[in-house]
């Protein structure tokens, strides 16, 4: 009789098993036929939002609101916005501090020298992380 518990065990474990892995491919399916949140309408947003029971005030939300609440919910991170500068800009102002630096060297000013090279390794820096 024990041996016959185990194998009912066992099979149920089974089913158990092959019903979630199904359940996971369904939800992965509608996850992948499902199109970004930025592509979509406000109708859709809203329908997304009433599902998730977190969020109030649905109805009276714009798209903007609708996105940044969806999105704080599902955990997404919205990117962050890189600052204006241009890497034009950038290695202009390196090859000026290189000029400034070799005018330095020539007159001995050890001080301004590291001054100016630690300048300019912070502004490679920008670069390197820019492109």
Known sequence: MTD??????????????????????????????????????VKELKEIAKEISELTGVHGMNKPDLLTAIKKSRGIEEPKKKKDVSLFETKKKIRLLKAKRQEAIISKDKKMVMIYKRKISRLKKKTRHAA
């Open 4 to 41: 016959e518990n185990k194998v009912a065990e066992e099979v149920k474990e089974a089913d158990a098993s092959q019903t979630s892995e199904e359940g996971k491919k369904a939800e992965t399916k509608k996850k992948s036929e499902e199109k970004p949140l930025g592509k979509m309408t």
